[in-house]
């Protein structure tokens, strides 16, 4: 038989504008990145199939690995003149609408026989999920790991191999009219590197000629899952806490990867540093990759093994690989923590790790990270919040919870009962934010925003805690009614704050405000460049 041809797409980029904006992500951000972030799902996908079943393996061709966002036609252009017969699309919470939009109408416009795969974290793992409303054309929907589904759908076309709900995992389909649901699996690839036996992959993605001109980023993952369940997030597909650690040589790996030409790479773990083993990979990874220039963000630590989560990110920040630090705390209220089911330490706990950090890398600037919405989040919660972490001197990256289908928060109908939670679709992209909760309503959520805004001002003002604390807590009920309705409606429209309202919003807040006279030097450089509030905090600190 003559080869199956694959196209496959991961739209992540934008002309260089990454999709973060979609994901609420942009309010964090002011400048493009000009990056392309490479998919590594088909090297999970590929060395799946040459492990299991080299006969088909021999059969497989990966034509396209597509990474930017193309237009429907350039998919279908490109998909009938390579005669492509398989179209996989890669779905995550930040590319979904754009899938939706290029599935519609889509086989009509190929001319040949072509099956059509949507896959990833956003297809909804629960229930019996007609995935056509969403995805119109696609003739497989795949949940959760899908390397045996994407086995088993080209064994099924391609070598006539029977299909039914009981010799597969992970997907969905129709057959007489009924839709199928194959039943969840946990797949474990411990034992070989997906990385090193799809390289081939890595290195076509990094020589297409589309993405030449961009710098390259790689996801890097050395486990799989997550023992935890926080009730706003998705991971493993809101399936389970199993979580598994793959045993392969990590040094091959890592030079590998750094051959590959790229700048940065993210550690995609849940938990890095869970396992003992993580500290060894960190320090390989100090080793292999300041020579070529690589970087990593600070990555997902571990929630409970804090002493080593956090030596790893001394090692990487000693050896240059990471230039700062996160705490990903979600909320710093234990109410709310049990709330959204997050275990973690306490507070009190995390703050001796956050001041250590901090005496150790006293230029470095370090971030906690959360989420705004969250049941139990109240004005008083939140001002304690900005209070801690301006005493701290922490930058602050808190995101408007964004509900996603595979959270325990929607698939469990009696979460949103209980905790009153209440929704808002966002025009732009038809997610559906979190607008109100027992807690808090909308005028609470545009306070969250507004005060985050003013802490970046305040922050660079570097305002002493009583000038922090006086300008928070009068808060005129003109700036109510005027800033906290515009950021209403740019949440509502767009899911984010954009950075032309945040510049807006800063503007005239300050303008003749008694700080921005006492701190003039710093008013004046963010009048000439609002961009400096962005690249960090003053890294003094007040505490
Ligand atoms: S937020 Fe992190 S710790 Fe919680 S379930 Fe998701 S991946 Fe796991």
């Known amino acids: 038989m003559s080869k199956i041809q694959i196209f496959f797409s991961c739209p992540s980029v934008n002309y260089g504008a990454r999709y973060r904006a979609e994901t609420n992500l942009l309010d964090q951000e002011y400048e493009h990145d000009y990056s392309v972030y490479l998919s590594t799902v088909p090297c999970y996908l590929d060395s799946y199939i040459k492990i299991k079943n080299p006969t088909l393996y021999e059969d497989l061709t990966w034509s396209k690995i597509s990474v930017n966002t193309w237009t429907q036609e350039q998919v279908v252009d490109y998909v009938n003149q390579h005669k492509c017969n398989v179209i996989c699309f890669s779905v995550y919470n930040w590319n979904r609408p754009t899938i939706i939009n290029l599935t519609r109408n889509l086989k009509s416009q190929i001319n040949h026989d072509v099956i059509v795969i949507v896959g990833g974290p956003s297809i909804e793992a629960h229930g019996m999920y007609d995935w056509r409303q969403d995805y119109k054309d696609a003739d497989y929907a795949v949940f959760s790991d899908g390397e045996q589904a994407f086995h088993d759908i080209l064994s099924h076309h391609f070598y006539d191999r029977s299909l039914n709900i009981l010799n597969t995992h992970n997907m969905l389909w129709v057959k007489n009219d009924q839709i199928q649901k194959a039943p969840a699996a946990y797949i474990k690839n411990t034992e070989y590197s997906p990385y090193l036996e799809s390289q081939h992959l890595l290195q076509q993605m990094v020589g297409d000629p589309e993405y030449q001109g961009y710098e390259f980023e ?158 139990g989040q109240t004005r008083k919660t939140w001002q304690h919040l900005l209070r801690e972490a301006y005493q701290l001197n922490l930058c602050l990256e808190f995101y408007t919870w964004i509900i996603i289908p595979n959270s325990p928060a929607v698939y469990d109908p009696e979460y949103m009962k209980k905790f009153q939670i209440r929704t808002r679709e966002i025009k732009s992209n038809k997610h559906s934010m979190i607008s109100g909760s027992f807690s808090f309503n909308e005028l609470d959520i545009a306070y969250f925003n507004f005060t985050q805004l003013t802490y970046k001002m305040l922050s660079w003002f570097g305002v002493t805690l009583d000038e922090f604390d006086e300008f928070n807590r009068n808060i005129p009920s003109l700036w109510e009614k005027k800033y906290f309705t515009k950021l209403l409606l740019t949440l509502y429209n767009s899911g984010s704050v954009s950075p032309r309202v945040v510049n807006q919003i800063l503007r005239e807040v300050f303008s003749d405000h008694a700080l921005s006279v006492k701190y003039a030097d710093c008013w004046q450089e963010f009048l000439h460049d609002s961009r400096v509030i962005h690249r960090g905090y003053h890294s003094a600190g007040i505490a």
């Open 218 to 375: 790689l996801s890097y993952e050395t486990s799989r899952g997550c023992p935890y369940s926080c009730s706003f997030c998705d991971w493993t597909s809101g399936l389970g806490p199993t979580t598994v650690k793959r045993k392969v040589d990590y040094r091959a790996e890592l030079e590998m990867i750094a051959e590959l030409g790229i700048t940065q790479l993210h550690i995609s773990d849940a938990n890095f540093g869970q396992w003992p083993v993580d500290v060894e990979i960190a320090r390989l990874m100090a080793e292999i990759l300041p020579p070529r220039g690589i970087k990593t963000q600070s990555p997902n630590l571990s929630k409970n093994k804090k002493d080593r989560a956090y030596e790893i990110l001394e090692i990487w920040i000693d050896a240059g690989v990471c230039d700062g630090g996160k705490f990903a705390v979600q909320d710093i209220d234990p109410t709310i923590l049990a709330n959204i089911d997050r275990p973690d330490i306490s507070w009190e706990e995390h703050k001796k790790y956050i001041r250590h950090l901090k005496s150790r890398f006293p230029d470095r600037t370090f971030s906690l990270e959360g989420i705004k919405g969250l049941p």
